[in-house]
């Protein structure tokens, strides 16, 4: 499996977009779903509980039938498991059915959005207040964090995204205002959906890092307010949701982290469940912002107009960008997955 995953993931991990490998795609759809194909191939909506490596590899980029010859980059008429099934994610059965059976959201309105952060570039204040260790390499990683690169699109997702649920400007909250303060003093069981829009960092790059996190513009105080990170621990115990969906538009928020098992979500994701969203939408490497803008905008807006659950929204966006045959390679459409009950 981890091999299988290597492949797969390498065409979609560099600045690049080389030929992705259809047949290995196929290879490993015959030996995880080939024993049970015929049951669920008439299936619309289809949960899955992977461990291990299969945990960083979204099932909607396999492909469910012998492929033809892929020409020019053009994968618009390859089988993706995506074209066959809604897909969703959960992190364990138990986890499954409590997300299921939780009521939907009663919050009153649709959406807030946080991103578009300001770097400040204090590395000696984020090492300190974070506890990052005083070694070389720590120091190095600790001026990457602190002078990360702006995001400027980031604002424009979450601006589409209010327009097309109805949301106004008071909810969204970028740039400078965009703090972890901000983010605690928001009312944030009165949302439906919430969006963060960042840069995510996960401790298994940052070795580091002591924590999960999603960073934002650092304000004034000390701890991981200063240093302008929304640590996971952070999301557990100082946020209350009450969220249909939690969107995590950033690199890597759904990866695996070093445990093993159904519960090897990384932290950061992980206890957004736990502050109380039903579902998330997480991402599995560094999404292009064009496609990554195109895709949540579709998914926002078929859900506005109700009657659709948030596998199907999401897939039926997946499906138009993969149509226009420029963006069919996986590396445009299938880094996000759905986590939760999909419902």
């Known amino acids: ?56 590899l979204p099932f909607a980029m396999l492909v469910t039938d012998a492929p033809s010859v892929v020409k020019d980059l053009d994968y618009s008429a390859v089988p993706w498991m995506v074209a066959r099934h809604a897909l969703t994610l959960s992190p364990a059965v138990q986890s499954f059915v409590s997300l299921r059976d939780t009521p939907p959201s009663r919050a009153p309105k649709p959406f807030v959005g946080f991103g578009d952060p300001v770097p400040r570039g204090r590395t000696a204040t984020l090492m300190s207040s974070v506890d990052i260790p005083r070694t070389s390499t720590c120091r190095r990683q600790a001026s990457l964090i602190a002078n990360f690169a702006p995001l400027p699109n980031t604002a424009l997702e979450l601006k589409e995204s209010a327009g097309v649920l109805g949301a106004g400007p008071r909810d969204l909250v970028l740039q400078r205002a965009f703090t972890v303060p901000a983010v605690r003093r928001r009312e944030l069981t009165d949302y439906r959906y919430i969006s963060f829009a960042t840069h995510g960092l996960l401790p298994s790059k940052l070795e580091c890092l002591p924590d999960a996190a999603l960073l934002t513009t650092p304000s004034a105080g000390s701890g991981a307010f200063a240093a302008g990170l929304l640590l996971a621990s952070e999301v557990a115990t100082a946020l209350e949701l009450d969220a249909d969906l939690v969107v995590l ?59 659709q659950d948030i596998a199907e929204a999401l897939r039926e966006s997946q499906l138009g960008i993969i149509k226009t045959g420029s963006y069919s390679h996986p590396k445009a459409w299938a880094g996000f997955t759905l986590v939760g009950h999909g419902g």
């Open 249 to 307: 538009s950033a690199c890597d928020t759904g990866g695996g982290g070093k445990e093993s098992g159904g519960e090897a979500l990384s932290g950061l994701a992980r206890n957004f469940f736990f502050a109380g969203a039903r579902n998330l939408l997480v991402s599995h490497w560094e999404v292009p912002s064009l496609t990554t803008l195109e895709l949540l905008v579709r998914a926002f807006e078929k859900l506005s107009r109700g009657g």
């Open 1 to 56: 499996m981890r091999r299988f995953v290597r492949e797969l993931r390498r065409p979609v991990e560099t600045d690049e977009v080389p030929a992705y490998p259809v047949d290995r795609a196929y290879a490993l759809y015959r030996q995880l779903f080939g024993p049970v194909d015929r049951a669920i191939c008439s299936k619309h909506h289809l949960i899955t509980i992977p461990t291990g490596d299969l945990l960083s």
